[in-house]
């Protein structure tokens, strides 16, 4: 069982449970690395961040991406095990083509036909018309 002391061998480089690549903590800016830049994904290993507490190590997919408060990404993960969520900054060096298909998946695959989007888009230019259902009466 060595596997488990990927991490700690140099500096905190990792193998990649996913996708293999050799993961240098180099690259990342400053901040720790938490994830594999190339398929973004992380193995879940913290409790809280940081704390290497849970027995899971379940693969952690990005499942999504959202902008905090000062404009900066972050991916949150889903442990494919246990289902636990985490949100984790991106790295400088994360595949932005990856990212980018990760942001706009939701887009790209709408829970309604976009000519309904359409429509309620037209309505709104029309505030008197966009809730027909709630008779708003004119005067
Ligand atoms: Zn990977
Ligand atoms: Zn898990």
Known sequence: ?????????SEGSFICKVCGALVMPEGAGSQHRNHCPK????????????DRASLCSGVMEPIGVWVRKNGEWAIIHRCRLCGTLSSNRIAADDNPALLMSIAVKPLAA??????????DLNNS???QEAYPHEQIKEN
């Not at 879940?44 to 961040?49: L, Y």
């Open 125 to 127: 230019l029309k505030p």
């Open 1 to 9: 069982m060595t596997t488990q002391n990927n991490r700690s061998n």
């Open 39 to 50: 398929c973004l994904s992380s193995v879940h290993m913290d409790n809280a961040p940081g």
């Open 110 to 119: 709408p829970p309604f036909p976009l000519g309904r989007l359409e429509q």
